[in-house]
């Protein structure tokens, strides 16, 4: 961890681990670093399929989610700063309790990679983006899955683009998708929309 001001060094993350720990405690590189909504804690995802969450205060590990059984590409927070989601070359994006890094929920359904994995601004819904082109959005409660977007293929071949980013508006309206070669908007459905599609 930096002092923004100064540019100084204030802490540097480090665990005990078997497999050649790095400066954050993983067996290989930390593929992400993000601050809880208080700034009271880090968690870092890394190469060795874990995900850590760190005390800022004390630069001490707190505890490890482990359950990935592939590089977690990301790990963030919810909005509210309570649960974590994962996303990883698994396949799935998990939703873990911060206090005692339970795992929650599993999100499965990508054919592939999960490379990104947010909250919406109200933490009631996840999307996921993925490798198979698609991307996903979910209930972070109980992990149903509730719309599948489709469509992003390259304009020249056909084939389908990886979906790299995916990201809510403030107003948790629309999500916008990033694959290799455009960007795409979509209009947020409501409950009551998703309930009629499902034919429920």
Avoid at 1 to 28: E, I, K
Avoid at 126 to 149: E, H, S, Y
Wanted: proline letters at 3%; hydrophobic letters at 40%; one cysteine or more.
């Amino acid at each position: 961890m930096w002092n923004a001001p100064d540019g100084r060094l204030l802490a540097t993350l480090r665990a005990d681990v078997v497999r050649g720990a790095d400066a954050f405690g993983s067996g290989g590189f930390a593929s992400c670093a993000e601050f809880s909504p208080d700034g009271r804690h880090i968690v870092t995802a890394s190469q060795d399929s874990t995900a850590r969450i760190w005390d800022v205060a004390t630069a001490q590990l707190i505890v490890t989610l482990q359950g990935h059984t592939d590089v977690v590409w990301l790990a963030t927070f919810s909005p509210d700063g309570q649960p974590i989601v994962t996303a990883s070359r698994d396949g799935t994006a998990r939703v873990w309790d911060v206090a005692d890094g339970k795992q929650l929920v599993i999100l499965q359904g990508h054919a592939g990679t999960v490379n990104y994995a947010a909250f919406s601004p109200d933490g009631q819904r996840i999307v996921t983006a993925g490798q198979d082109g698609t991307a996903r959005l979910w209930n972070a409660t109980d992990g149903q899955l509730l719309i599948t977007l489709q469509g992003h293929t390259d304009q020249f071949t056909g084939l389908t683009d990886t979906v790299y980013h995916a990201a809510f508006s403030p107003d948790g309206q629309r999500i916008v998708f990033s694959s290799e070669n455009r960007a795409r908007v979509y209009r947020m459905v409501t409950l009551s929309d998703i309930a009629k599609i499902l034919g429920k």
